[in-house]
């Protein structure tokens, strides 16, 4: 497939219920179009407990038990991380808290999964850098639960496979690294209804902001495979 052009900076967040499938957007999205880049708040802080950061450590219990992180925490490391890639610019401070430039001309074209999550979140974001597509991807909650015991991760790219539909090339194997894939580990039943209790009490108000911003498109599917096609048609419509 040839490199698609994109005419004027995409900045999009996937908002849906755990399981969903934003993740798996989010790659097919950069598939098509590879000026496009991602942040995972989720894969972020699975890399920071993972590799037993300070924030590692205080973060493990609450995602094990799918509560939310605090808000100070998740951005602090959002805006590191878009610090790191210039979509935002320094400033110096002594804290180095959550003191960042908007950028002036947002040029890079993103993608941001899984962040941000709460109102709150959405308004410091704003302050920095304006998205211009919010996509809520919706699908029924039964079938999204009997994907969640089908789902494996390549942890350390956060790759989701998942057996039912979206199977590796060999089994539980990467497809590009051949590491083996694992689970998730707030990927049990209990643990996603209770990630899914706290998506229901978040979502309403972040919705909510986007839509008073003018920026929320819906779509609903009872698959990725179904949502996909939905998704590339309204991006080519409003950046290519
Ligand atoms: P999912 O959307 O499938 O629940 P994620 O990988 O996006 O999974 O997030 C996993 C966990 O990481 C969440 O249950 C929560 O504990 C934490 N987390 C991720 N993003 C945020 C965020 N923006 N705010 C607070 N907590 C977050």
């Known amino acids: 497939m040839n490199t698609k052009e994109i005419r004027r900076a995409a900045r999009i967040i996937l ?13 097919r999205l950069m598939k098509r179009y590879p ?9 972020l802080l699975r890399e920071s407990v993972r590799k037993r950061t300070q924030l590692g450590l205080e973060v493990e219990s ?10 100070d925490m ?18 110096s401070s002594i ?12 040029d890079a074209s993103f993608i941001l999964d899984g962040f941000p999550r709460t109102a709150i979140q959405a308004t410091k974001l704003d302050s920095l850098i304006p998205i211009n597509l919010v996509v809520s991807i919706i699908t ?42 694992t689970k998730r580990a707030d990927d049990d039943e209990a643990t996603w209804k209770q990630r899914l209790k706290k998506f229901d009490e978040t979502s309403e108000p972040l919705l909510e902001h986007y839509e008073r911003q003018g920026v929320l498109w819906t779509v609903q599917g009872n698959s990725s ?3 996909t096609p939905k998704l590339f048609q309204e991006f080519e419509a409003r950046f290519t």
């Open 62 to 71: 609450t995602m094990k038990a799918g509560s939310l992180v605090p808000d």
């Open 95 to 106: 804290t180095g808290a959550f003191l960042a430039e908007p950028s002036k001309s947002p």
């Open 140 to 181: 029924p909650v039964n079938i999204i639960l009997s994907r969640i015991a089908s789902r494996w991760v390549h942890a350390p790219s956060g790759r989701v496979y998942n057996t039912g539909f979206n199977a590796p090339k060999v089994e539980g194997k990467d497809d590009i690294t051949g590491e083996p894939l």
């Open 35 to 43: 000026q496009l880049s991602a942040i995972s708040s989720g894969d």
């Open 74 to 91: 998740i951005l602090k490391l959002i805006l590191g991380e878009l610090q790191s890639k210039r979509w935002v610019s320094y400033q």
């Open 225 to 227: 495979d179904e949502i």
């Open 15 to 27: 908002v849906g219920a755990p399981g969903v499938g934003k993740g798996t957007q989010a790659e």
